[in-house]
């Protein structure tokens, strides 16, 4: 049982470069997030989704966007990266909301150069 | 504002010894009061949590204490090993209207041997 796969796990961008940071879990849960964790800040909430052709804004959804096409698969896209967004992010899934164990990813760490 | 506070941001403790994390909280819709673990190079793992309910939950070496009227929380480890060594976060969940974790900014243990 693989959890939460992200992909890639490190990754070094210019500035103004786009990517998309992949999510996928196979524990069939419907709510996914997308959390940046940043030295000493704890985790922010930037987007998350709960079920297929759902998502909403986080804490912190400026610059990023995302996708639910299916229940497995959640990525998120930086469009003309910053060097604000150099962090670790992180990809989480439940099977129904905050009051539920969230299953994290092991993160990919992004550095904007 | 939702917001968690914890303390302290990092802490040393000796093998043996009492691990004690603060956090508080000014929201008092917040029901649902998750402790996560996270180890370098990993993605947070949940660790107890507790609802307001109850004053105090025990798993193992590891207990949280839960004071409602002073709106905050503590986790306690117990006989603190080396393997404990970690970051620790503590957060917070407000059923009403929303889906996320509110996360406090987290303590950095270190039990030395």
């Known amino acids: 049982n693989a959890g939460v796969t992200q992909t890639p796990k490190f990754r070094i961008l210019k500035i103004g470069q786009s990517m998309t940071l992949q999510c996928a879990q196979d524990?069939?849960?419907?709510?996914m997030y997308w959390y940046r964790q940043d030295p000493g800040m704890g985790l922010k909430l930037i987007y998350y989704s709960v079920g297929a052709g759902i998502t909403d804004k986080g804490e912190v959804p400026n610059g990023y966007n995302v996708s639910r096409s299916t229940t497995e698969d959640f990525p998120l896209r930086l469009e003309l990266a910053a060097p604000s967004q150099t962090s670790v992010y992180f990809c989480?899934?439940?099977?129904?909301?905050?009051?539920?164990?969230?299953?994290f990813g092991d993160g990919t760490r992004l550095s904007i150069l | 504002q939702q917001q968690v506070k914890q303390s302290p941001q990092s802490l040393i403790v000796q093998k043996g010894g009492i691990s004690i994390i603060n956090c508080a909280y000014e929201n008092t819709a917040f029901d649902y009061f998750p402790w996560y673990q996270q180890f370098p190079g990993k993605g947070p793992a949940l660790l107890i949590a507790i609802r307001p309910d109850v004053s105090e939950k025990k798993e193992g070496r590891f207990t949280i204490s839960f004071n409602k009227s002073a709106k905050q929380f503590s986790l306690h480890i117990m006989d603190s090993q080396p393997g404990d060594s970690a970051t620790y976060f503590c957060?917070?969940?407000?059923?009403?209207?929303?889906?996320?974790?509110?996360f406090g900014k987290g303590t950095k243990l270190s039990v030395i041997p």
């Open positions: 957060a917070a969940y407000s059923g009403a209207g929303s889906y996320q974790l509110t």
């Open positions: 524990m069939n849960h419907n709510y």
């Open positions: 989480a899934s439940n099977v129904e909301g905050g009051n539920q164990p969230q299953h």
